[in-house]
């Protein structure tokens, strides 16, 4: 995984949105191969390792291992074999304004927008955080 990419990711429990806080055992050339990411709000714990953030919470997914690793530093995108609730935590853990590519063969995600597919894949965006602005009172 790109250091740079860190910045973007989430927790993936429910509550106020956070940066998660990364220690890091082996980095080469800006790319993190293995780390621990920390949320600061909930005390959850993420690894990553290979390349590849974990962020399955104590799901097997030993059936996509192989593929996972063979595909870390390539790209990121869902398997249309991916359980609900990972596809859930996938969407829960991209920030607003952020992408998710997956395979036609699923659904779409609720709370993204699709912004291009084909008869393969399509690419979402999940909607941007709205800021209110008003006027201060004299």
Known sequence: MFIELIDHLRCINA?????????FKTVTNR???????GCPSCS???SIYEGVADFT?????ARWEAERAAASHRKEELDAGLPAPIVESAVRAVRPGGRIVGPAAIPTPAG??????DDN???AQKAPEVITISRASR
């Open 112 to 117: 993204l927008t699709v912004l291009a597919h």
């Open 57 to 61: 919470a104590g799901v097997e997914m």
């Open 121 to 123: 894949y399509w690419v």
């Open 15 to 23: 509550h106020e949105d956070t940066w998660l806080v990364a220690s």
């Open 44 to 46: 959850a714990q993420y």
């Open 31 to 37: 790319f993190v191969l293995e780390a621990s990411l």
